[in-house]
Nanobody
Framework: QVQLVESGGGLVQTGDSLRLSCAAS????????MGWFRQAPGTEREFVAA????????NYAASVKGRFTISRDNAKNTVYLQMDSLKPEDTAVYYC????????????????????WGQGTQVTVSS
């Protein structure tokens, strides 16, 4: 079983950047596909980005494509979400998720596919 802890959230202004980190423990993430999701108040959790365990396949929500970048450092057992050109509509709690998989290139957007979740980190973008 893997435990996930997000960090790096905060209060920023429109146009700023943030880098979220998701530190894993208990298992090495090399066998896991990883994802980022977010949830704003009064809304359902939505997909942001996913990365295959090989690192060769990425998947982004249309709303963040070109602005956000997901990456992983297996040596540090950490996944990152670089967020650039932030907008007020990016305000949400951001969650990291993990899925053990035998498939190297899969990076799905469905929250139901993921088995493990972190507690989330708040990102607030002011206008």
């Amino acid at each position: 079983q893997v435990q996930l802890v997000e960090s790096g959230g905060g209060l920023v202004q429109t146009g700023d950047s943030l880098r979220l980190s998701c530190a894993a423990s208990g298992r090495t993430i090399g066998s896991y596909a990883m994802g980022w999701f977010r949830q704003a108040p009064g809304t359902e959790r939505e997909f942001v980005a996913a990365l295959s365990k090989s690192g060769g396949t990425t998947n982004y929500a249309a709303s963040v494509k070109g602005r956000f970048t997901i990456s992983r450092d297996n040596a540090k057992n950490t996944v990152y979400l670089q967020m650039d050109s932030l907008k007020p509509e990016d305000t949400a709690v951001y969650y990291c998720a993990a899925k053990p998989t035998p498939f190297s290139s899969i990076a799905l957007s469905s929250s139901q596919w993921y088995d493990y979740w972190g507690q989330g980190t708040q990102v607030t973008v002011s206008s």
